[in-house]
C-alpha cells in the first residue's frame, strides 16, 4: 500500500489545494478517491506523487 500526495485546483479560482491519501494501490486509485470526495466536475488534478512505499 502506498501514500500519495494529490495536488489539485478547484474549478474557476486561482489557487490549488493538496491533500494526503494513505493506503492506496496505485495512482489512478489516488485521484478517483480525491474526485469523489470532492466532486470530480469541480476538480482540476495537477499532480499525484507517490509518498511512500
Not at 17 to 33: C, K, L, P, S
Amino acid at each position: 500500500m502506498k501514500d500519495y500526495i494529490v495536488v489539485f485546483m478547484f474549478k474557476g479560482l486561482c489557487f490549488h489545494e493538496r491533500t494526503r491519501v494513505y493506503g492506496v494501490n496505485d495512482r489512478r486509485q489516488a485521484i478517483q478517491i480525491v474526485k469523489d470526495h470532492y466532486g470530480s466536475g469541480n476538480i482540476k488534478i495537477l499532480s499525484a506523487k507517490i509518498l511512500k512505499e
